[in-house]
Every structure is written in C-alpha cells, then in structure tokens.
C-alpha cells in the first residue's frame, strides 16, 4: 500500500521536477542534443507526487524546469517549487462588471444565476472596451460567495393589485356556448389519453376518454374509457349518461364518424333530442 506523502506539496513537487531534469544537469548533452533530449524525457510516463498516478509532461515544460534549475545560484531544487499565486481562492471580475453585476442584482433579486449572465454578456458586447468577461461559472461563484443569492418570487396574497386582475379574469371568461338550464344542452367528445395501456394479446393501446358535459352546470354527465372512438362505444356512454342524469334537449359534438353515424342519430331523434 502506498503511503500518503508526509512532506508539503511544493516540496514534493520540487524533488519530482529535479528528478527528471537532473540527468542534464549531471550530464550535460552535447551541443544541439538538448532539444532530443527534453523529447525523450516528455515522452516517458512519470509517477504522479501526489496522488500516485501515471503523468506526462510536454518538452517545454520540462525546458522551463531545465533552464531554472540551472540559472539557480545557490539551490536548484528549490527554484523547482510549486509558487502559489497571491489570487489563489480567490475570484476576480473586472470592477466595471462588478458595478454592473450588483446593479442587475438590486434590480431584478428573482434573477437566475443563468440570466444574469446573459445580461451580461449582452452589455459587455455592446460595451467591448469594458470586456473581457469571465465564463459562466466564475460569475456564479463570484455572486455566490458575496451573498447574492437568488430570491423567490413572495405570493401577493390579498393585495389590492391581485383582486383586480381576479375581477378581470372573471369578465373575460366566455362560454362558447352557453344554456340556461340543466340538461338543455350536453357536449360529448373523445379524448386520447396521453399514456397507452398493454392489451391482453400483448400490444400496446392508446385508450380514448369519452366525455359528457353538461353546458349549463358544467356539470360531469359521464366519463368512461374505451379503446377506439366507434358508434357502439358512443352509445353506450351516452345510454350511461342518460341512466345517470335523464334526458337531455340537446347535443353539441365535433361531427365525428362516431357523433354523425346514422344509428346514433336516428336514436337520437326517437328520443326527442336535437
């Protein structure tokens, strides 16, 4: 089992380094080797520091190691050292984008993280000397770990603004057709439903919903599944209805095969209904 290193990682990093430039230096190669040899190096798979792992390196790194581990004038290993930049954990946005953030934010607090970015990159296109502008995910951690949080739509209730659209709403409701007494005028059709169902011969079907409304009381007559849209299945939901909720005046469907097949009709008009 490997053990985990028990040396600062800079360190770590800086003996890895000078184990694979340190063959040059020792060695020095002649003139006008040295760019086959830093291939050769840049071609070898290395043990990873840290974590263990297979690692590569291109030719140019391993020259910049080379070069400092040589102009090194007291300790070529520690010029080697992983240098943690001043900003490390730390986001940066241009301070212009900054300003224009925060005024995003105090105007629109229901913003998604999302559309606050597109704004801005709307207003850094239309302002390029104000660019450049940082991805997506900078913007979010930067809003994120200064506090600006998205912040939910608050429900209106009981203001006076949300009773007044209420009233309006109400006015515009109209009804396509519209009967003054229960049971003068029904409305039937068939809907698909919208998931299918395994038959017993083991093939799948989308059943269809024949609906009975009544205008007046919008009242449900009946409602009743079936597998196909046909004259006998229209019958006998309306012959369900009837037994329900009596006779109807009046009729209102799409002029479907089923609602004009001349048996349905013919029923119909021996029973008085239109």
Same mark, same amino acid.
């Given at each position: ?22 063959? #040059? ?22 043990? =990873? ?28 290993? =520690? ?27 105090? $105007? ?47 429900? $209106? ?30 409305? #039937?059709?068939? =809907? ?5 169902? #395994? ?9 269809? $919903? ?8 919008? #009242? ?15 019958? =006998? ?20 095969? $089923? ?16």
């Amino acid at each position: 089992m490997t053990s985990k290193p028990v040396s600062p990682t800079p360190s770590l990093w800086a003996r890895f380094r000078f184990s694979i430039v340190g063959s #040059l230096l020792s060695a020095p190669v002649p003139h006008g080797g040295l760019q086959q040899a830093l291939q050769d190096l840049a071609d070898k798979t290395w043990t =990873h520091p840290v974590h263990g792992g297979p690692v590569q390196f291109s030719a140019s790194t391993i020259e910049r190691w080379y070069y400092a581990a040589r102009g090194a004038k007291q300790d070529p290993v =520690h010029v080697l050292r992983r240098i943690i930049r001043k900003d490390c954990g730390q986001i940066s946005l241009p301070a212009i984008q900054v300003e224009q953030l925060l005024a995003q934010y105090r $105007a629109h607090e229901h913003w998604s993280y999302q559309l606050h970015y597109d704004n801005l990159v709307a207003w850094v296109q239309a302002h390029p000397t104000r660019g450049p502008l940082r991805s997506y995910s900078t913007v979010r951690r930067y809003m994120q770990a200064h506090g600006w949080l998205r912040k939910r739509r608050s429900a $209106a209730k009981g203001r006076p603004g949300m009773e007044r659209a209420a009233q309006r709403r109400e006015r515009r409701e109209i009804r396509s057709y519209e009967a003054e007494d229960v049971g003068s005028l029904w409305h #039937l059709d068939f =809907h698909h439903g919208s998931l299918s169902v #395994l038959l017993p011969s083991g093939q799948w079907q989308r059943p269809l $919903a024949l609906g009975i409304l009544d205008d007046c009381s919008r #009242l449900g007559c009946h409602l009743q599944w079936y597998l196909s849209e046909q004259t006998e299945d229209l019958v =006998h939901g309306f012959s369900q209805a009837i037994q329900k909720r009596g006779l109807p005046r009046s009729t209102m469907t799409d002029g479907g095969s $089923a609602m004009i097949a001349e048996e349905f009709r013919e029923g119909l008009l021996n029973l008085g209904i239109v």
